[in-house]
């Protein structure tokens, strides 16, 4: 296996902090991937499949993919695999924290609705790789204000990454004149109750549709099952709570309605693969007001 790492790791904990990984084979993706950081892939040569929570998708040459922490990914590929894997731990740089500035959470991660692969145009490829290029010479200049410069090229990149993601976002369309208007009905109600109600059942009464029919629609346009994506909106908001806050585990719990603790942890470490509490102490939290 060809490759080359430039890597930076937490003075305090030793952990990844930053790194930038350039590959010419798929054998690094072949086993499933779970970090603790996010991860962005672009791909310059190849095609395949990238199987990502609860969904499989396929992907072309000259694409990227962004993956958030936790979530996990495997990439199989046809043949021939090359591109750059850029990892940033939460601490590194939160995308949370900077979501005024940079607006790419929900865009190019947390997104649970859309595909993580978006194919790229050959000035978009060119624009993207030429910012990795910055980044990989910064990261071998260990001089004054490095981390600042660091993250003032993943923030570019990650702005005009978010841009072509918009840029090509093209209105939901299925099968039949109903179904785009129930899909963003379905999208909004998700987001609006999320917190209280937690079965298909009862989005389907929401939207005055049947279970079967909804889950189907689900399914068809998300590559997800109604219950997949009810998990995984909760999921996103324990996460980003057990970042940003100091709460008790209890008191997501509540929040997030649900009144058995041990409960909701048994839910979000089959949804996220850890503990709340482990997900807590290797992401790291923000201590900020609870």
């Known amino acids: 296996m060809n490759q080359t790492a430039f890597t930076l790791t937490n003075p305090q904990t030793k952990a990844l902090a930053f790194k930038v990984f350039s590959f010419e084979d798929g054998s690094y993706f072949q086993q ?5 950081y996010y991860s962005i892939i672009l791909v310059t ?14 992907f072309e040459e000259n694409c990227l993919m962004c993956f958030s922490v936790y979530q996990p990914f495997k990439i199989v590929a046809d043949a021939e695999f090359q591109g750059i894997l850029i990892n940033f731990h939460p601490d590194f740089f939160c ?45 071998q200049n260990a001089a004054l ?17 978010s841009r072509i993601r918009l840029k090509q976002s093209p209105p939901a369309t299925t099968p039949g ?37 909804l889950s189907r629609i689900s399914k068809a346009q998300f590559k997800k099952t109604l219950t997949n994506l009810i998990a995984e ?6 996460k980003r ?8 585990v209890k008191r997501i719990a509540s929040d997030l309605g649900f009144s058995d603790e041990f409960y909701f942890s048994r839910f979000f470490k089959r949804n996220a693969a850890v503990s709340p509490q482990t997900y807590r102490e290797t992401v790291g939290f923000s201590r900020g007001e609870s």
């Open 233 to 238: 909106r909760i999921v996103i908001e324990a």
């Open 241 to 248: 709570e057990l970042y940003l806050t100091a709460k008790p």
């Open 32 to 36: 499933l991937k779970n970090y603790n």
């Open 145 to 161: 204000a490095q981390y600042e410069l660091l993250v003032s090229y993943l923030k570019i990149f990650l702005i005009n990454a």
């Open 95 to 139: 995308i949370h924290k900077h979501q005024q500035e940079i607006a790419c959470n929900g865009v190019l991660f947390n997104n649970i609705y859309d595909s993580p692969v978006v194919p790229l145009e050959g000035d978009e490829l060119s624009s993207l790789l030429s910012t990795v290029h910055e980044l990989k010479t910064e990261m």
């Open 45 to 58: 040569k190849g095609a395949g499949k990238v199987r990502s929570d609860f969904s499989e998708r396929r």
């Open 177 to 213: 004149k109903k179904e785009p208007f129930v899909l963003q009905t379905l999208k909004d109600a998700i987001e609006e109750h999320y917190k209280t109600k937690h079965s298909a059942g009862d989005y389907a009464d929401l939207l005055n549709i049947s279970v079967r029919a």
